[in-house]
């Protein structure tokens, strides 16, 4: 049997558009000789649709799509992700569903088990299913599956029941899963890793379909594939973008068939990647073209904009300096330098004559106080002034450009600094960051080396460095990996050999600082661990703090 | 038996002072008689914990706060949630508890039906219990619950067991629940429904202990409760304040027991206390004590005033008048007279020199571009920017003054009159701003009348009206309900008899402003649909949009 693998890149909610990529793509599969066409989890909706799920006219929508399908494809059998009412008494009032589509009839196959932890909310809305039924088609057994059903495998199991143990009691010829799995740093090797446990444990074969594209923070990158009952990978679609591709079952079966070993992406390849599509499917999905961010000649606005300038074309990328008397000569240079190389426009509105004016309003109020954080906050906010009166003036989105180091301990003026519609690099902490400028730079200097090489500094106040104020990036880094990553607590990371002062301080700037991130962009999300909606902390509490 | 109802203040994650604050109520409550004393849901951690209770370190302190309660509390039986770990093989980590502490041993009850909806996440840390134990002690057999163990009643249940029908199989004598079940207006009466649900269904009497206190925008109301066998409320404790009382409980099997027959309080009322409450402890639990506000003169303003002056004191609030050239006399003079009347400190810092100094800058780029969106914006950045700036200098927080009609359809600046660290009015609509005003003014005028009286504007152009942007609030405001709190669609909107284009327009509004409302302050949440953590949208997305 042929089957199509539909990777493709859905818009939330714009059932429109959505159904007509659906529909467009099925026909191509069958005029391509393919039975059967598999899309995403979700697929009829986009994923997340979060609470848009508690309103009936949303579900209606789902339906309507569903019925749209089913009557435009006549000669090819479709399986496609959407949710579904629960008609029963209890329980929640939807389950997450894979339809499958046959000659104008749909039959309906709910998910067991629900992911609910990091950016998943699944038992907010759906009841999980404990009906396991086979999918017959064409004379064969379907064991038809979505994302999480295959992932109660290996340690550490989460849920109590397995959907596939169920599932093979009736004798499936083959798997299907249908997914919406997120990427993160690690995750397309994690993935492999859960899929071909399945096919080893259950000894058939296995296609898998996920979603691909940015919805917001989330980053979807595809990854598709079909796996033999020998658990070799024979075909895999890209990661990133968009694509469709057959696979004939009995070639599945078939030990002798092309075994597909091409090497992995490296992790800061793939962190490129993502990020440069998460910039252009925001853009793309929100329907603005141009971007401006402040350009201050240091690493994080110069990564932020060249991978701004691969998704939306450097024409379409404004940097803009705002230098003030603490500026150094260098940063100006190598602000304008970036914006040279990548041909992208520019433009400079010095902040000094906007900072006397402040100085002079709130002197009868400042009296002769020290200069402190509240002036060197100012000059930050006086940016964000400027940057958003661009913005709403000829209909720029400003980029953020803190990266995760930053947000972590508060290391950031919020509505300075810290605004903007997205965070670029709010899930990359600083040392990575750095990574991410040499990449950039493999093959010529994009980014001026000068940026690469001079000590981070905030530039708010004479001479300053931001090692005045942190630890050295590469220990603070650690730390907030093992903190933020994974969950390790102060015992835990002074038995590693951090300095129990320097642990305590960073824990302290972590917690105490949650309420800045509240009032952030969305980020982003490159790793397992993202500030955001897969990170959720009381703003007011007292616990290493 | 004489049990003690402990209806206390938790600080989350402050494991010292939560464990002192336990302790010495409990042998305060032995020392008045009681053989039992009970606190509420995971109060040994402070509800809600959120993902802290990822943390071993977390889960540890509470393991010891537990063992340091059963060693100080030698001749008093204490009931006290907290999350204990799942040893089992499968499932999620912890289990939500009520721990059962008599002479030094601990016994665990666990929590079945998990809350996963609006604010609740409890799925996202615990498995559900699927053990249904009666407690023994002093000869009675107590059915002892945790919170929404008893709400799987009545219509629509959302869960498929009812752990109370599977405690009667043995029997209890009566029931003790334990809760955290947070303040919205509508919220007492239902959960006093609830509980008397229970006691009619099973026909025993009902020891119902809660959370008082806020948790940054979760209010907690408190109302713990003592119902009869025969279903009167024989004890209750009061709303917004901590209490402890004793309650017999042969008593509540005796038919003659005084009944309290206490009039509730209004809507208004009690919108009102749970605001007042809600400042107070997230100044006290964040170690404040002033905060200061934008005053312009309007009715948002100065009832967010009124309410910071109620929870800190007229003298810790301070008012800081921004005046532009478009701000009208009047405004002035109403917010100058609503601080005269608290006798809370004003300042003043006109902002049209600062406007004036951005309009130099921008020159070269705004050209003769026409006055618009850009430049209204800049003025309330501006005030922004001052407001952040005193906040900085003197350590005041900054209170926001939106209300919920506003923030639903994007009526405000982002990093503008948006910013501050909690909104007080971002879950009271417009017309709801103006019952709270005039119940403030009930004994007579504290809110100039003038400010309730005039038509709203936000006074950021010439003769600038509300009304000009926005259909009336009235009819506003019953869209806004119907979509947010009931979640009704356009179809059903129309179909109540609201006009087709105003209510389209409303909605595309309030889906199309997700964005901003990402990055806005906690909001104390007095609705059942607040925005903030209870609301989960898409920020990329094309629905009725």
């Not at 100006?332 to 509105?349: M, R």
Request: proline residues 5%.
């Amino acid at each position: 049997m042929k089957i199509a693998l539909a990777q493709l890149n859905y818009h939330i909610g714009n059932f429109e558009a959505n159904t007509q990529k659906i529909i467009a793509e099925a026909l191509k599969a069958q005029s391509l000789g393919a039975e059967l066409v598999v899309f995403a989890e979700l697929a009829i909706c986009g994923y997340p649709p979060r609470d848009f799920l508690e309103f009936d006219d949303f579900i209606d929508r789902c339906q309507h799509a569903v019925a749209d399908i089913a009557s435009q494809c006549e000669n090819i059998a479709v399986i496609v992700g959407t949710p579904i009412r629960n008609l029963a008494e209890k329980g929640k009032p939807l389950f997450n569903s894979a339809a499958f589509i046959a000659n104008g009839e749909v039959q309906f196959f709910k998910k067991a088990l629900l992911p609910n932890y990091d950016v998943f909310d699944e038992y907010r809305y759906f009841e999980p299913s404990r009906e396991f039924e086979i999918l017959h088609f064409n004379g064969k057994k379907i064991a038809l599956t979505i994302c999480e059903d295959l992932w109660n495998i290996g340690n550490d199991p989460l849920y109590t029941i397995n959907p596939m143990d169920e599932l093979m009691k009736q004798q499936p010829d083959f798997m299907i899963n249908i997914a919406a799995s997120p990427f993160d740093y690690r995750q397309a090797k994690a993935r492999t890793e859960v899929l071909q446990q399945n096919v080893g444990k259950y000894k058939i074969p296995l296609i898998y379909v996920n979603h691909v594209g940015a919805q917001t923070e989330l980053l979807f990158d595809g990854g598709s594939m079909a796996i033999s009952s020998e658990n070799k990978i024979q075909l895999k679609l890209p990661f990133f973008r968009e694509d469709m591709q057959l696979v004939e079952t009995d070639s599945l079966l078939n030990e002798s068939g092309v075994v597909l070993t091409k090497p992995e992406s490296t992790e800061i390849e793939l962190i490129h990647d993502a990020l440069v599509m998460g910039i252009k499917n925001y853009f793309e999905k929100l329907g603005f073209n141009k971007a401006i961010l402040g350009l201050s000649g240091g690493i994080d606005s110069a990564v932020t904009m060249v991978l701004a300038a691969k998704a939306l074309g450097a024409e379409n990328v404004v940097g803009l300096l705002m230098p003030s008397q603490y500026s150094s000569d260098h940063s100006v240079d190598d602000a304008l330098q970036l914006a040279i190389n990548l041909g992208s426009p520019y433009k400079t509105i010095p902040i000094k004559e906007l900072y006397d004016s402040f100085e002079v309003q709130l002197e009868t109020e400042f009296k002769d106080l020290p200069f402190g954080l509240a002036e060197e906050n100012i000059q930050a906010r006086i940016r964000g002034v400027l940057l958003m009166a661009l913005s709403n003036k000829f209909g720029y989105i400003v980029l953020n450009t803190s990266n995760k180091s930053e947000a972590a301990v508060g290391y950031g003026t919020l509505y300075g600094d810290m605004n903007g519609g997205l965070s670029v690099l709010g899930d990359v902490y600083k040392t990575r960051v750095f990574e991410l400028a040499r990449y950039i730079n493999k093959d010529g200097e994009v980014i001026p080396q000068n940026t690469i090489t001079k000590p981070p500094s905030a530039e708010l106040r004479p001479n300053q460095k931001d090692s005045d104020s942190l630890p050295d990036y590469d220990i603070l880094d650690q730390i907030l990996f093992q903190y933020i990553e994974c969950r390790k607590g102060p015992k835990e990371l002074i038995a590693m050999g951090f300095e129990e002062k320097i642990v305590n301080r960073v824990l302290k700037l972590v917690n105490t600082n949650e309420y800045k991130r509240h009032q952030t962009p969305p980020i982003l999300r490159v790793t397992p661990k993202a500030f955001g909606m897969g990170r959720r902390m009381p703003i007011v509490a007292r616990y290493l703090s």
